[in-house]
């Protein structure tokens, strides 16, 4: 994760925490309140719900939390197995890092390794560009 993701997530997580810290004093103070009013009258007290803002800040802060988780994330590999094989190709393990500049640990190479390392298998690119080759150089090997 980058330090703007780190933060913002640290953020979020300061804000739910003060929504928690409030939740909890209001909830105290609830049942302070009906405590002296049952000793005070003998109806039955109605229980208060939690005050809007409190569950506005709640709500805020999961949002943030979810930003900041999401923004400091690696990006998504290729769903396509031809486009992730592409990709690979014109890029190489420098195309999967991570945010911090590592390659990424599910990198695996080549997914196509196998079909290419057969005996029958035929390498049309590189067989292509040996004919290049061949026909720049006047056809001499």
């Given at each position: 994760m980058t330090w703007i993701s780190k933060t913002i997530t640290a953020l979020g997580g300061i804000l739910l925490a003060h929504a928690c810290y409030s939740a909890q004093e209001h909830s105290s103070l609830q049942s302070f309140r009906t405590t002296a009013a049952t000793l005070a009258s003998s109806s039955i007290?109605?229980?208060?719900?939690l005050p809007i803002d409190i569950a506005i800040e709640?709500?805020?802060a999961t949002f943030i939390i979810v930003l900041g988780l999401v923004s400091g994330t690696r990006p998504?590999?290729?769903i396509q197995?031809?486009?992730?094989?592409?990709?690979l190709e014109r890029e190489g393990a420098e195309g999967f890092m991570d945010n911090e500049g590592e390659?990424?640990?599910d990198y695996v190479g080549n997914p196509f390794r196998n079909l290419e390392a057969r005996?029958?298998?035929?390498?049309?690119?590189?067989?292509?560009?040996?004919?290049?080759?061949?026909?720049?150089?006047?056809?001499?090997?």
């Open positions: 007290p109605t229980a208060a719900s709640t709500v805020v998504l590999r290729p197995w031809r486009v992730w094989a592409g990709k390659v990424n640990k005996p029958g298998f035929v390498d049309v690119r590189r067989q292509r560009r040996e004919f290049t080759e061949w026909v720049k150089s006047g056809g001499k090997k």
